[in-house]
Structures are given as C-alpha cells and as structure tokens.
Nanobody, 114 residues
Framework: QVQFVESGGGLVQPGGFLRLSCVVS????????MAWFRQAPGKQREVVAI????????NYRDSVKGRFTISRDTGKNTMYLLMHNLKPEDTAVYFC???????WGQGTQVTVSS
C-alpha cells in the first residue's frame, strides 16, 4: 500500500521560509516521477514542482521559480520542498504524490500571513 506522509507546514510571515517533508512508503522514489502539489481554499489542486525518477528537478510552477526547491533523499525514501521568500498566495495545503497521482495523504497546511 502506497502512503505519503507530509509534514513541516505551519504559520509563517511573508518573506519567511519552511521546509516540507514527505515520507513515502510502498513505492521507491527512484522508480517514479514525483511531485509536490498544493490546493488553496476554493481552488483546484495544482502542481508546484516535479522531481524525475532520475532525481532531476523540473517543472517548477512559474510563481515559485527561484523561491522553491524540490529534492529527495533516496536513502530515506523522502521528498522535500524548501520554500523561501514565502508569499500570502503560497497559502495552501501541500501534498506529495507520484505525477500519475495515486491515493492522497493528508497534506500539510502552509499559511503565510502577517
């Protein structure tokens, strides 16, 4: 059974930073293209960034380019999203999943507000 357990969210002021983690079980990260997604209230879920099965970061959303970095630790089978210079529009629940989108975890709430 595939499971995604996201953590690291919280309340942060504009300009702040957070590092999200996603522990993956049931599949091996090196075998799948993986992504961070987010869903803001009243909006559809959207892709934030992708990391390929070979470990190449790609497909950063335009609004997060230069501020967010996707990475992984294959030894821990864990993905990360390092977010700098956070903006109120980054407020959302963040999820990790395969690009093909299997069952979803609970996500982690990120709130950017002063």
């Amino acid at each position: 059974q595939v499971q995604f357990v996201e953590s690291g969210g919280g309340l942060v002021q504009p300009g702040g930073f957070l590092r999200l983690s996603c522990v993956v079980s049931g599949i091996n990260l090196v075998s799948y293209d993986m992504a961070w997604f987010r869903q803001a209230p009243g909006k559809q879920r959207e892709v934030v960034a992708i990391i390929t099965e070979s470990g190449r970061p790609t497909n950063y959303r335009d609004s997060v380019k230069g501020r967010f970095t996707i990475s992984r630790d294959t030894g821990k089978n864990t993905m990360y999203l390092l977010m700098h210079n956070l903006k109120p529009e980054d407020t959302a629940v963040y999820f990790c999943n395969t690009v093909s989108q299997r069952s979803w975890g609970q996500g982690t709430q990120v709130t950017v507000s002063s």
